[in-house]
């Protein structure tokens, strides 16, 4: 069975820092990739996607995440965080031809003025 | 306007009750999903459907069962809550082509006492 392994915990960064949160999964097959973000609150949302094609991939708020096939990994990205990015974030895997993901155990990023 | 609604939104219960989670979607996709959440630990598929005459269990069903009873609503039932069955869940439906991102209902907050 795959499994998605998301090391960081928790992370505190100051606003402008940039951020990294790392990703890996064991699957050998194709897969496709998530991440998610849960704002205080709120229910998970899309932040971006890659499904194949160019392994770097762009989503909303300036995020973006590359994946990298030999390293069975999809770290997230941004330059520079804002404190409206404190917040949850979570990887996830689909493989096969189903829809079921697979979700890391989160990251919990807060981001301090 | 909600797509993935859930009721109730918060419910707190004693050992032994049987409850039920309702979940509805105006999204018109054919897959829908149910999760739990717990501190540190991500989120786990209980059960999920990819139609209405299609049911399967997740990584964690044990103590859950579930109904679809229609393409836009699909319930979980706790036939005999216990304490570790406090979390968050959350709902989520896709649409069944390759790929497709899921979309997540609000969640419900269920303390069982």
């Known amino acids: 069975a795959q499994s998605v392994s998301q090391h960081n915990h928790h992370v505190i960064l100051s606003e402008a820092a940039s951020l990294e949160l790392g990703c890996n999964y064991s699957?050998?097959?194709?897969?496709?990739l998530f991440w998610y973000v849960q704002y205080p609150g709120q229910h998970l949302q899309l932040l971006l996607k890659?499904?194949?094609?160019?392994?770097l991939v762009k989503g909303i708020k300036g995020f973006e995440a590359e994946f990298i096939k030999s390293k069975f990994s999809f770290n997230l990205r941004k330059p520079s965080v804002q404190w409206s990015d404190t917040a949850e974030y979570f990887c996830?895997?689909?493989?096969?031809?189903?829809?079921?993901?697979?979700f890391g155990t989160g990251t919990q990023l807060k981001v301090e003025l | 306007d909600a797509d993935v609604t859930q009721t109730p939104r918060n419910r707190i219960t004693k050992t032994g009750k049987r409850i039920m989670l309702e979940c509805s979607q105006t999204?018109?996709?054919?897959?829908m999903y149910w999760y739990r959440q717990d501190p540190g630990l991500g989120l786990r598929l209980i059960y999920y459907?990819?139609?209405?005459?299609?049911?399967n269990k997740g990584e964690i069903s044990d103590g859950y069962s579930v109904s679809r009873q229609a393409q836009a609503k699909f319930s979980l039932s706790l036939e005999s809550a216990i304490p570790n069955q406090t979390a968050l869940y959350f709902c989520?439906?896709?649409?069944?082509?390759?790929?497709?991102?899921?979309?997540f209902g609000p969640g419900t907050r269920l303390t069982v006492l």
């Open positions: 989520a439906t896709s649409l069944g082509l390759a790929g497709n991102e899921q979309f």
């Open positions: 699957y050998g097959g194709t897969v496709n």
């Open positions: 890659y499904f194949s094609g160019d392994p």
């Open positions: 996830a895997v689909k493989t096969g031809g189903g829809n079921k993901l697979t």
């Open positions: 999204k018109g996709h054919d897959r």
């Open positions: 459907s990819f139609d209405v005459k299609d049911i």
